[in-house]
């Protein structure tokens, strides 16, 4: 059990909105030494009085059935943003209302019967967490539920330490003040300082804002943090990717650590606060600047040796344990077919599903590893982002990571002055086509890249690709099972961000060309019947 030695102030106020409590409830709240109240809206509206409260409770009344309802819709999502628990005493025969303001609102909600199993559908598919959802959340504890039992579950599960309203929150020079639901995650999170100062990160393309954060805690400044905003469905499966997949098995020292007190939920957002990864830089940086293969080598040897230290063999179909693109925009299958592309995804998808099933190691794996999710200090790879941690073959990271390189590996840094002038910059994309694409050729036939011409602008690029492969083709366990996913994770990244301009429009087209090579190329060792690689279908 954690160590718990009373430093948090604990809060310890039920309030009943719009009604007193019956003197069952409240005999069974004051023994266990909560502090019983009534509120009516103007207390409800004080951000300072509920940041007190353990929960609020909400009464359905019969002469006043959809009144709850109406409640909830107004005030639900500040009480959840401020971390108070909402318990709700619904009447048999009117939930409907209830379970529909928590659908349309996004109110994170547990206890809803099979009365109303069609709703509760819906909110299971955005809630995604089975069963009831972490709190704080909305509860319903129907009538034949006794008041002693609620009690003692808001005592099992209190609300977090109160939010401390006066943090004052500095936003990076040139940056907009941060909204009002990122305010009131900032207040729990953050309840132990004075200050915090604020300045923007470059982040995924999932849709969370990512923050560093320096932190003024009791009067001393502390090491800097980063908080990642996001939705709270994303927050929380990350939040517990981090539990399963990486406090046991990511060294300390080469993956972010959680600041596990900090993280909280709210109505619809969610908090993830930990150590800041300092004085490092993204893989890409560091490979274009010629020191990418130690920092891989620390990866794969080292990094994910906890990972990779617990797995099986498990026969999969090739379909299922690759990623593979729904579609690619025609924009850039018309880029593609220019560079020599002659199958649509729909074709290739085809040849991937006649693929039959082969021997995988199979463990655990990243499932996002770009080479921005990979940040090197000195010769330390030091992985983040970890939400779609999952279990897979671990071949797929290896490929992952080559394709993300390749689709970066045409440096923009370099085309600042080709912008203005197409035919310099289709001449260095040229330069670039010409010297990466011996990589592509039979690779099949587990070929390590031969070591580049010094001379050569992308040697960078050729030294990460025979790092990667060195280990990759150990995770084979079929001839041509790396090629197979190379040419999946190629023409996955093929198919993403269609909306890019040039150089990395083409970078993604030769991606698809490439891809479509090595699936033809390899699924003739997986495939129940040969695989024709030189016609186009009509």
Same mark, same amino acid.
């Given at each position: 059990?954690?160590?718990?030695?009373?430093?948090?102030?604990?809060?310890?106020?039920?309030?009943? *909105?719009?009604?007193?409590?019956?003197?069952?409830?409240?005999?069974?709240?004051?023994?266990?030494?909560?502090? +019983?109240?009534?509120?009516?809206?103007?207390?409800?509206?004080?951000?300072?009085?509920?940041?007190?409260?353990?929960?609020?409770?909400?009464?359905?009344?019969?002469?006043?059935?959809?009144?709850?309802?109406?409640?909830?819709?107004?005030?639900?999502?500040?009480?959840?943003?401020?971390?108070?628990?909402?318990?709700?005493?619904?009447?048999?025969?009117?939930?409907?209302?209830?379970?529909? +303001?928590?659908?349309?609102?996004?109110?994170?909600?547990?206890?809803?019967?099979?009365?109303?199993?069609?709703?509760?559908?819906?909110?299971?598919?955005?809630?995604?967490?089975?069963?009831?959802?972490?709190?704080?959340?909305?509860?319903?504890?129907?009538?034949?539920?006794?008041?002693?039992?609620?009690?003692?579950?808001?005592?099992?599960?209190?609300?977090?330490?109160?939010?401390?309203?006066?943090?004052?929150?500095?936003?990076?020079?040139?940056?907009?003040?941060?909204?009002?639901?990122?305010?009131?995650?900032?207040?729990?999170?953050?309840?132990?300082?004075?200050?915090?100062?604020?300045?923007?990160?470059?982040? &995924?393309?999932?849709?969370?804002?990512?923050?560093?954060?320096?932190?003024?805690?009791?009067?001393?400044?502390?090491?800097?943090?980063?908080?990642?905003?996001?939705?709270?469905?994303?927050?929380?499966?990350?939040?517990?990717?981090?539990?399963?997949?990486?406090?046991?098995?990511?060294?300390?020292?080469?993956?972010?650590?959680?600041?596990?007190?900090?993280?909280?939920? &709210?109505?619809?957002?969610?908090?993830?606060?930990?150590? *800041?990864?300092?004085?490092?830089?993204?893989?890409?940086?560091?490979?274009?600047?010629?020191?990418?293969?130690?920092?891989?080598?620390?990866?794969?040897?080292?990094?994910?040796?906890?990972?990779?230290?617990?797995?099986?063999?498990?026969?999969?179909?090739?379909?299922?344990?690759?990623?593979?693109?729904?579609?690619?925009?025609?924009?850039?299958?018309?880029?593609?077919?220019?560079?020599?592309?002659?199958?649509? +995804?729909?074709?290739?998808?085809?040849?991937?599903?006649?693929?039959?099933?082969?021997?995988?190691?199979?463990?655990?794996?990243?499932?996002?590893?770009?080479?921005?999710?990979?940040?090197?200090?000195?010769?330390?790879?030091?992985?983040?982002? *970890?939400?779609?941690?999952?279990?897979?073959?671990?071949?797929?990271?290896?490929?992952?990571?080559?394709?993300?390189?390749?689709?970066?590996?045409?440096?923009?840094?370099?085309?600042?002055?080709?912008?203005?002038?197409?035919?310099?910059?289709?001449?260095?994309?040229?330069?670039?086509?010409?010297?990466?694409?011996?990589?592509?050729?039979?690779?099949?036939?587990?070929?390590?890249?031969?070591?580049?011409?010094?001379?050569?602008?992308?040697?960078?690029?050729?030294?990460?690709?025979?790092?990667?492969?060195?280990?990759?083709?150990?995770?084979?366990?079929?001839?041509?099972?790396?090629?197979?996913?190379?040419?999946?994770?190629?023409?996955?990244?093929?198919?993403?961000?269609? &909306?890019?301009?040039?150089?990395?429009?083409?970078?993604?087209?030769?991606?698809?060309?490439?891809?479509?090579?090595?699936?033809?190329?390899?699924?003739?060792?997986?495939?129940?019947?040969?695989?024709?690689?030189?016609?186009?279908?009509?």
């Amino acid at each position: 059990m954690a160590i718990d030695y009373g430093q948090l102030a604990r809060r310890k106020v039920v309030a009943w *909105f719009r009604s007193a409590p019956e003197d069952e409830a409240a005999k069974a709240f004051v023994g266990r030494n909560f502090v +019983v109240q009534s509120w009516q809206e103007a207390e409800l509206a004080d951000d300072v009085l509920l940041s007190g409260a353990s929960a609020v409770v909400f009464v359905q009344k019969a002469q006043r059935p959809t009144e709850v309802a109406s409640d909830l819709a107004r005030y639900g999502a500040r009480i959840l943003d401020l971390g108070c628990n909402v318990i709700v005493r619904p009447l048999g025969g009117h939930v409907r209302s209830i379970a529909n +303001v928590a659908n349309r609102e996004r109110l994170p909600i547990a206890g809803l019967q099979d009365e109303v199993s069609d709703v509760r559908a819906e909110i299971g598919a955005w809630q995604k967490v089975p069963g009831d959802p972490p709190r704080p959340h909305l509860h319903l504890y129907f009538p034949a539920v006794p008041w002693r039992d609620v009690a003692n579950d808001e005592m099992d599960h209190p609300a977090g330490p109160p939010p401390f309203a006066d943090l004052r929150i500095l936003p990076a020079r040139g940056a907009g003040p941060p909204d009002a639901r990122f305010c009131r995650l900032a207040r729990r999170a953050f309840r132990d300082c004075r200050e915090i100062h604020l300045a923007p990160l470059p982040g &995924g393309k999932s849709g969370a804002r990512v923050f560093l954060a320096f932190a003024d805690v009791r009067g001393t400044w502390s090491m800097p943090f980063f908080v990642k905003m996001g939705e709270r469905g994303e927050i929380f499966e990350e939040y517990r990717k981090y539990e399963d997949h990486v406090d046991a098995y990511v060294p300390f020292h080469l993956g972010p650590n959680l600041d596990y007190a900090r993280c909280c939920l &709210g109505a619809h957002d969610g908090l993830l606060v930990g150590d *800041f990864v300092e004085e490092s830089e993204s893989l890409l940086d560091c490979a274009r600047d010629g020191r990418g293969s130690p920092a891989i080598a620390c990866l794969f040897e080292r990094t994910l040796r906890g990972w990779h230290g617990h797995v099986e063999h498990r026969h999969e179909v090739p379909a299922k344990a690759l990623p593979f693109p729904a579609e690619v925009g025609l924009g850039r299958w018309l880029r593609a077919r220019e560079l020599g592309a002659s199958r649509s +995804v729909d074709d290739l998808r085809a040849v991937l599903d006649r693929c039959v099933p082969t021997p995988f190691l199979w463990g655990r794996t990243h499932g996002d590893l770009h080479a921005s999710n990979v940040r090197v200090r000195g010769t330390e790879a030091i992985l983040i982002d *970890f939400l779609q941690c999952g279990e897979g073959p671990l071949i797929r990271d290896a490929a992952a990571l080559e394709a993300s390189l390749f689709v970066g590996s045409l440096d923009p840094r370099g085309d600042q002055d080709a912008e203005a002038d197409p035919a310099e910059q289709e001449g260095r994309f040229s330069a670039w086509r010409a010297s990466v694409e011996p990589l592509y050729r039979e690779i099949g036939l587990r070929v390590v890249p031969a070591s580049p011409r010094p001379q050569d602008p992308w040697a960078w690029f050729h030294l990460c690709v025979r790092q990667i492969r060195m280990h990759a083709f150990h995770m084979e366990r079929a001839a041509g099972q790396y090629a197979l996913a190379l040419a999946a994770a190629l023409l996955f990244k093929a198919g993403k961000d269609d &909306g890019v301009d040039d150089p990395e429009r083409s970078t993604r087209a030769l991606a698809y060309v490439y891809g479509e090579q090595l699936l033809l190329a390899a699924a003739q060792c997986f495939s129940g019947r040969p695989v024709n690689t030189t016609e186009a279908p009509q």
